[in-house]
């Protein structure tokens, strides 16, 4: 594959918009649970990203102890 055909398939972006959007989809389609991913080795910064930028936008509709 192309960085450009992977880029089509999986959010890579520090967009909080994008990922919001996208887990709205799974949202939409009935998901009670999505597991999101970083496959670099800035890890904890992703996770800082998702608390402060994406998951606010679902509050009260997660678990406070899934988020780690």
């Known amino acids: 594959m192309t960085a450009e055909?992977?880029?089509e398939?999986?959010?890579c972006s520090r967009d909080p918009q994008k990922?919001?959007?996208a887990l709205r989809k799974y949202e939409d389609?009935?998901?009670t649970r999505v597991y999101v991913r970083q496959s670099g080795a800035e890890l904890g910064t992703?996770?800082?990203f998702y608390?402060?930028?994406v998951l606010p936008a679902f509050?009260?509709?997660r678990e406070e102890s899934a988020v780690r």
Do not use: M, V, W
């Open 51 to 53: 608390n402060r930028e």
């Open 19 to 21: 990922h919001i959007e």
């Open 29 to 31: 389609a009935g998901y």
């Open 46 to 48: 992703f996770l800082d």
């Open 59 to 61: 509050a009260g509709q």
């Open 5 to 7: 055909q992977i880029a």
């Open 9 to 11: 398939s999986i959010i």
